[in-house]
């Protein structure tokens, strides 16, 4: 295991009803005037928005807002919650949504208190100071909610680009899974597909003996491949939703991940989709991760087969471990067809003849990803050509 530090300073508010202590929340971690932001309607349509206004009311707390938050969110609205906190004198950030909502706002949080463009901060420049942000989740997809993590869209080329810092780790996070209850079917895959790619891309490593964050990486992907179909079949399923809230947050906010090398190359393959494409950030990903498997098994066969046997149930094949691991890959491609996503470009919308601009847009140039396995942008070339014609 390799040496790590690890910091996860968010109070996680977790069950039903709890969004009506936003109040109390924002109060103990010093908010006085608040900028509420969400996303375009669904939080106005289910009464939350009105029962967080009523909650911030009870403490006195004064507040302003700003809704539109699109998915893939777009530097556009962070100028503008930029500039409404900086004339309202903003001292907090209440995110009311899910992972577009919440980067939006870190975007805001660390652009309020910045002289300069905050798109610097996601061209390379570290966050020396920001707002602080409360989250009331209503997706359980991205797991921003406990994580330094914002991932924010230029207009301008429609370069989506992330920025990570402490700073940007959300004081708390309200988590009522009633609140996801709402969510169409295909967004609650799109979540759940999200959740198995944060696991993914700290699983497959090459640091040796994290049996520990192996079987926590495990635990998570278990519960996802049960709960689920759960979900799917009963969107009110109150005890499923719980168990993918909780598992969304433990599998980003780092826990995880500590004591061992991480991959995240098909995050950012996919990033390139849904920013040409604008869809949905677990659709890109049900199509990019399966093919990114298929591309880099060969380099630790072995691997591939634990996560076979352990999570897909395959019979371990002690003969042949390379038909075992390419089993396990083709079940993952299959139980994201089985909850609705996408497994190729033509799912997707995606096209074949736009590789070479998805290619050119990452920006590797002659240069090379890290990871488990290291990339050239001849490498994600054929990594985009088996997603494009890949079948169950
Ligand atoms: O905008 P509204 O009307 O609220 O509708 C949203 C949106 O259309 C809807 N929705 C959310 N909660 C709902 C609901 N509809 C009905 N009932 C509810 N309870 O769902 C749609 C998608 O919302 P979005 O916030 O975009 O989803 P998600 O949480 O998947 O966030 C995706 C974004 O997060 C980024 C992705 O790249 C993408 O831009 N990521 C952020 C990460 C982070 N900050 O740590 C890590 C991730 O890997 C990811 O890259
Ligand atoms: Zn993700």
């Excluded at 996680?12 to 109060?27: D, I, L, M, N, S």
């Excluded at 061209?123 to 993590?149: M, N, R, W």
């Excluded at 301008?156 to 309200?174: H, N, Q, V, W, Y």
């Excluded at 599998?251 to 390139?272: F, Y």
């Amino acid at each position: 295991m390799d040496n790590f530090n690890f910091y996860s300073p968010t109070q996680f508010v977790f069950g039903k009803e709890r969004e009506g202590e936003a109040g109390t929340y924002v109060k103990k971690y010093g908010g006085s005037k608040v900028l509420i932001h969400y996303g375009g309607g669904s939080v106005v349509r289910s009464g939350l928005l009105d029962r967080v206004k009523d909650s911030l009311t009870k403490e006195g707390i004064s507040f302003v807002e700003l809704g539109g938050v699109m998915p893939n969110p777009r530097s556009g609205l962070v100028y503008q919650g930029i500039d409404i906190c900086k004339k309202e004198s903003v001292d907090f950030i209440l995110a009311l949504g899910g992972g577009s909502v919440i980067d939006s706002s870190k975007g805001i949080a660390a652009g309020s208190l910045y002289d300069g463009d905050f798109w610097d901060f996601y061209s390379g420049k570290l966050v020396e100071k920001a707002l602080p942000i409360g989250v009331v989740l209503t997706i359980a997809a991205a797991g921003s909610e406990g994580s330094g993590d914002s991932v924010v869209t230029k207009e301008e080329g429609m370069l989506k680009r992330a920025t990570s810092s402490d700073l940007l780790r959300p004081k708390f996070s309200i988590l009522n899974p009633a609140l996801t209850q709402t969510l169409p079917a295909y967004q609650t895959a799109c979540g759940a597909t999200d959740i198995m790619a944060h696991v993914f891309e700290r699983y497959f490593t090459n640091t040796l003996e994290v049996e520990i964050t192996d079987r926590l990486c495990e635990a998570v992907l278990l519960t996802m491949v049960k709960e689920t179909p759960r979900v799917i079949a009963d969107p009110n399923n109150y005890e499923a939703r719980a168990n993918i809230m909780w598992a969304g947050m433990v599998a980003h906010n780092g826990l995880v991940g500590v004591g061992r090398s991480q991959d995240w190359n098909s995050h950012s393959i996919e990033h390139e989709l849904s920013a040409l494409y604008d869809c949905a950030h677990g659709a890109g990903l049900a199509v990019i991760m399966p093919s990114w498997m298929e591309y880099v098994y060969k380099h630790n066969i072995m691997r591939f087969c634990q996560m076979a046997t352990r999570v897909f149930g395959c019979q371990m094949n002690f003969e042949n471990p390379e038909v075992t691991a390419v089993e396990g890959i083709k079940r993952f491609r299959s139980f994201l067809h089985s909850i609705g996503m996408p497994i190729n470009f033509e799912e997707l919308g995606a096209k074949e003849e736009d590789i070479p601009v998805l290619v050119d847009k990452l920006g590797l140039g002659d240069g090379k990803t890290g990871g488990f396995v290291s990339l050239t942008s001849e490498d994600v070339t054929k990594i985009y050509e088996i997603a494009a014609k890949a079948e169950i």
